[in-house]
């Protein structure tokens, strides 16, 4: 059976040890009015060079909100990049037009944030799946062979990282730009028999965030 194509970015697999994952998240603030929106499933990072220190952006694209290079291009060697927080699966903020609480599982470039009331902040806040012990499925964006396991890769980028019409990731893993100072680290193939032929393109595999890339070590 051929391998399905569309790519979903990181979605919680077990952790390490196949315990099952919890699915906890925690909470880091966003800036009203991203430049570049954050999808749900891809992986994140903490802005430095752009004056927003300390706010939540998409490290799946090709330039993230700070002004660094990220997806396929993200290094650790940078100067000024800031480690893998973790993946993105929501965000809590006030709506500017409505004025009511509004809970999304992306928020797109340009969206803007009413006040919070209760605290007096326009910030938004981001929920992130950040345990670095979590293992992710993810989809390759070319055949993975033997050698390819434990080596690390960045995700893709292009035009747009996720769709406006669900909020989802459209980032693979992309097999064509191996470096150790990439994002995530493949451990194995993935046991899913409609995504199982790893001598094609977009089989399956469990990745976890680069131990030289996560903000836990």
């Not at 800036?31 to 300390?54: A, E, R």
């Not at 992309?174 to 790893?198: E, K, M």
């Amino acid at each position: 059976m051929a391998n399905q194509t569309a790519g979903f970015g990181f979605r919680q697999a077990p952790t390490v040890g196949s315990t099952p994952a919890t699915g906890g998240q925690a909470e880091y603030k966003i800036k009203s009015g991203l430049g570049v929106g954050i999808f749900q499933n891809n992986p994140v990072s903490q802005q430095h060079t752009s004056g927003d220190d300390g706010y939540l952006q998409d490290a799946a694209a090709a330039t993230m909100d700070d002004g660094i290079a990220g997806g396929s291009g993200w290094s650790t060697g940078t100067s000024n990049i800031q480690p893998i927080v973790g993946v993105f699966n929501g965000a809590f903020y006030i709506n500017s037009s409505t004025k009511k609480p509004t809970f999304a599982n992306h928020v797109l470039a340009g969206t803007t944030f009413g006040t919070d009331y209760n605290t007096g902040s326009s910030d938004g806040i981001g929920l992130v799946n950040d345990n670095p012990m979590q293992e992710y499925t993810c989809k390759a964006d070319a055949a993975v062979t033997q050698a390819n396991l434990l080596n690390t890769f960045n995700p893709t980028d292009g035009a747009t990282v996720g769709t406006s019409t669900n909020g989802q990731s459209t980032v693979k893993l992309d097999i064509t730009g191996t470096a150790a100072t990439s994002q995530f680290r493949i451990v194995r193939t993935a046991n899913d028999p409609a995504n199982n032929d790893n001598t094609a393109a977009n089989s399956n595999v469990i990745v976890q965030v680069s131990p030289a890339a996560s903000i836990s070590n």
